[in-house]
């Protein structure tokens, strides 16, 4: 009997990076798939599977407004646990730094099946920013006994850590193949307003927001600066899809009433959205996703942070970190609007998180770890 992999996953930027992975687990001939969604996040997560052709073989369906960190990890605790003890699975897949995958390697752990942890080794060496995703992707580090790492300078935090070296890949980030095999499909917008914004060849400015550690008075200067953004710039288009979480929108939205340039939407589903990355003239954002994909797009972003667990592209002059200062959030899409050597520096096109290859690499190094077929080289663009 081939290994069962059990994916487990709850977010939707979880949902985006393990989609091409499930498909590729779906098509080895050594290794069977399983899926088990937390629902942490509900209609993001449901809109991933949907675009991907992703039917979970379990839902836990955890979502509640207002839910709290140890909610969250409790309830999928709770939820996964009598599943892991029906299936057995060979081991459990768990991407990233969320709740979800914490608390799903815990699971994992505690049933003494081998955790593997996809895009392993990202750290911004600050355990209170991004919170709680610092201390979240440490922990899972703890318990993991296969570390996918993106890129050479994840890896390197991992062997820093005392991690075995030969329990590390370097396998690109995911991300990328979920990019790459969406991006060019051109998938139309819902929205009449987008597509007539797509082809106008207008100014775009694509606004994405929701971190935990600004939530507060932080976003509301994300708010403010964006509204002073729209009124200086009549020829500018702000398009600001928003995430779901209520929080975010009482921050932000009340300042951006009635300006006729920024068009507030639903979070786009992911084919769109990837085409209004590819149609933006300047990025900005807080969220770790869109740093790794806007850069192999050959976008300009600002990252509304304070430091990044992700220094590959600001290395490479694409990614700029500008905290979350109303005024410097100003000056700087301002500058990158008005300098156009600046903004020729930014808007080259980069490609440090990955090749479209780090699904087939992921599953190499699951199959290999279970002793079965050899492992494909490390990806390998920057050296650490
Ligand atoms: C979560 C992750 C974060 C990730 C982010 C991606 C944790 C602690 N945080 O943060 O690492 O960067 O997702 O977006 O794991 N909501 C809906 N529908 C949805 C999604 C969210 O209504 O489809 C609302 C709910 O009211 C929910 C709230 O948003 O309670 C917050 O969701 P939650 O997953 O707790 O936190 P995020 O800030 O989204
Ligand atoms: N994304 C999307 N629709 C949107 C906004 C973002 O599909 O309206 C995608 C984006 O392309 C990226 C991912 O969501 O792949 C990032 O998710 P998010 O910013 O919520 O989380 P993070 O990456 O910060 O954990």
Known sequence: MKPLVMTVYGTRPE?????????????????????????????????????????????????????????I????????????????????MVQGDTTTSTAAALAAFYRQIPVVHLEAGLRSHDISSPFPEEANRKITTQISALHLAPTSVSRANLMREGVAAETIAVTGNTVIDALLGTVDKHLPFTDPALEELAG????????????????????????????RIARAEPELTVVLPIHRNPVVREAVLPHLAGLANVLVTEPLAYGQFTRMLSVATVVLTDSGGVQEEAPSLGKPVLVMRENTERPEAVDAGTVMLIGTDEQRIVDEVTRLLHDADHYAAMANAVNPYGDGRASERTVAAIAHHLGLGERIDDFGVIAT
Do not use: C, Y
């Not at 836990?60 to 909610?71: E, R, S, V």
């Not at 990890?73 to 459990?92: F, N, Q, S, Y």
């Open 15 to 71: 949902a985006i990076k393990v989609a091409p992975v499930i498909r590729a687990l779906e098509d080895s001939s050594v290794l069977r798939s399983i899926t088990v969604v937390t629902g942490q996040h509900r209609e993001m997560l449901d809109e991933v599977n949907d675009i991907f052709g992703i039917v979970p073989d379990h839902d836990l369906d955890i979502m509640k407004h207002g839910q709290t960190l140890a909610q």
């Open 73 to 92: 990890l409790g309830r999928v605790l709770e939820g996964l646990d009598p599943i892991l003890e029906a299936v057995r699975p060979d081991a459990v």
């Open 200 to 227: 106008s060849g207008r100014p775009v400015l694509l606004v994405t927001t929701h971190r935990r550690e600004n939530w507060g008075e932080a976003m509301h200067g994300v708010g403010r600066a964006i509204a």
